[in-house]
């Protein structure tokens, strides 16, 4: 077997593939005794057959190949296995939520309670209030199935938190001096970064504690996973904006309703919530440049369809157009605390562009209804497709921590959850492919043009600039 945590391995007929494999305690902890899972004890899980995963079962990262495509990538499947490495007894388990909301974080806080506490016996699980930075409080909050129950019903995180704070020292010396041996850390990809910070120092001090984490991202912009948590319940609310925005245009003189969604690097909801309304003209994503003056431009698309039907729906994501707002402002990139780039607000910005155009050209008087649903869709309690979803990810993350594994994050890929290297979630960002059938299946749906100006089309550039960015 091939060492850094790549695998070589092969099944009956001699197929082979390629297993990025997770670390697992007993890499530097080789003694550490092993104990049969309570689960098999267990009258609810006892009478399902198969309900162990197989230590070799794995799950493949692509499902479409051809006869020359190398040896395919599987990640270590997710459950519970027929070996244990912590005693029920003896756990001391934590869970942190960092970074912005999402709906979903009080499920997954809920089920990571009670899946410790009915499938495992484990009755000592605390969290940790405020993100990352709440490791240096002096108090925990003790956390119970009967404390959490209702919880899920409710949006936000019920242990609150917050950006950045992230010190790798001092978050470990707290996990040590609690005795804390098991960490559930809910956050997106800056957060998973600072997750494996923490087991990279955890294993070089020879720690019995399994780190797993959990992806959270709205955007939807995490590699490898099929999706995200709270990404169904994003797109399902975005709806009601996208509705008042068409009942505003629709019942106004050439009106135009304006929504802004979430997306700072990252097209989907954007673009799933405009594929599911029918009723956007025109979606406008950070994968997709567009320009606003000249042939082939925003405003000319605009200017034709309130011509045409008298009214018009523009759905942007928050990080579309970027370099057009910068360059009008003459700014440049900042970033949050948890090092993210600050985005201006494009709402705001292409609102005023497009009033001043109109304005100017005098042809058409416009009425333009600007709407920000941002923190109504943060916010929100999960829907129900959602619900299930992180059920089932605290399970995965449950299951793999109680069997030694550490260094992780989960996640469905390919429709089976797995266990995947957290320098596979945090190496890139997931982001819209705009030679797609998905995303052509957008522009047939809206009818709005490429917005890619003839001449790049052509591939050249005017005196060596984009003219996506300077039209």
């Given at each position: 077997?091939?060492c ?9 007929n001699?197929?082979h ?15 550490l005794?092993?104990y ?7 009258p ?13 079962d794995?799950v493949?990262?692509n ?48 089920e990571?309670?009670?899946g ?12 940790i ?6 490791f240096y ?9 009967k ?12 242990l ?16 040590q ?15 998973q970064?600072g997750?494996?910070?923490?087991f ?16 959270k991202?709205?955007d ?22 996208i509705s008042?925005a ?7 003189d ?11 690097n ?9 594929l ?11 994968e ?7 042939e082939?431009g925003?405003?000319?698309?605009i ?29 440049l ?21 497009i009033k ?12 333009l ?5 941002t ?5 929100v ?12 990810l605290?399970?995965s ?34 982001k ?8 052509a299946?957008?522009?047939?749906s ?26």
């Amino acid at each position: 077997m091939a060492c850094n945590g790549v695998n070589g391995d092969s099944i009956g007929n001699g197929f082979h593939y390629v297993l990025e494999d997770v670390p697992h305690l007993t890499d530097y902890l080789p003694d550490l005794p092993g104990y049969p899972n309570p689960l098999q004890d267990n009258p609810a899980y006892s009478a399902v057959k198969q309900y162990f995963v197989n230590v070799d079962d794995a799950v493949a990262q692509n499902v479409v190949v051809q006869n020359n495509s190398p040896r395919g990538t599987h990640f270590r499947r997710a459950g519970p296995r027929q070996k244990v490495f912590f005693e029920s007894d003896e756990v001391h388990a934590c869970i942190v939520t960092c970074g912005g909301l999402c709906p979903g974080l009080n499920t997954v806080i809920r089920e990571i309670v009670c899946g410790l506490y009915h499938m495992y016996g484990v009755r000592t699980v605390v969290g940790i209030e405020g993100g990352y930075k709440g490791f240096y409080a002096r108090n925990t909050i003790p956390l119970t199935p009967k404390m959490v129950n209702n919880i899920h019903k409710r949006g936000g995180t019920i242990l609150g938190t917050s950006r950045g704070g992230h010190n790798t020292t001092k978050i470990v010396d707290s996990i040590q001096h609690r005795g804390i041996n098991q960490v559930y850390i809910l956050g997106g990809d800056g957060t998973q970064k600072g997750a494996a910070a923490i087991f990279e120092e955890i294993k070089r001090r020879g720690l019995k504690v399994a780190v797993a984490g959990i992806p959270k991202t709205i955007d939807n912009d995490i590699p490898v996973i099929d999706k995200s948590f709270g990404f169904d319940t994003a797109v399902e609310e975005a709806q009601r904006a996208i509705s008042a925005a068409h009942v505003e245009s629709e019942s106004n003189d050439n009106c135009i309703g304006l929504v802004k969604l979430m997306g700072r690097n990252s097209g989907f909801i954007a673009m799933y919530a405009t594929l599911a309304s029918r009723d956007v003209d025109c979606c406008l994503i950070p994968e997709s440049p567009f320009y606003l003056e000249g042939e082939g431009g925003l405003f000319e698309y605009i200017e034709h369809c309130i011509e045409e039907q008298g009214h018009m729906v523009i759905v942007i994501a928050e990080g579309a157009g970027q370099e057009l707002i910068l360059k009008s402002m003459h700014k440049l990139d900042e970033q949050d605390a948890s090092g993210n780039k600050l985005h201006q607000d494009v709402g705001l910005w292409i609102s005023q562009q497009i009033k001043d155009y109109f304005k100017k050209k005098k042809k058409i008087t416009i009425n333009l209804k600007y709407i920000d649903p941002t923190y109504m869709i943060r916010a929100v309690p999960s829907i129900a497709s959602d619900n299930i979803f992180c059920t089932l990810l605290a399970h995965s993350a449950i299951h793999g921590a109680m069997a030694g594994y550490t260094g992780f994050t989960v996640g469905p890929v390919n429709g089976r959850h797995a266990y995947i290297p957290f320098n596979r979630i945090i190496e890139r960002q997931n982001k819209v492919v705009i030679t797609d059938r998905m995303w052509a299946r957008l522009l047939s749906s809206t009818n709005q043009p490429s917005f890619l100006h003839p001449k790049h089309m052509g591939g050249e550039e005017e005196n060596g600039k984009n003219p996506q960015l300077n039209g």
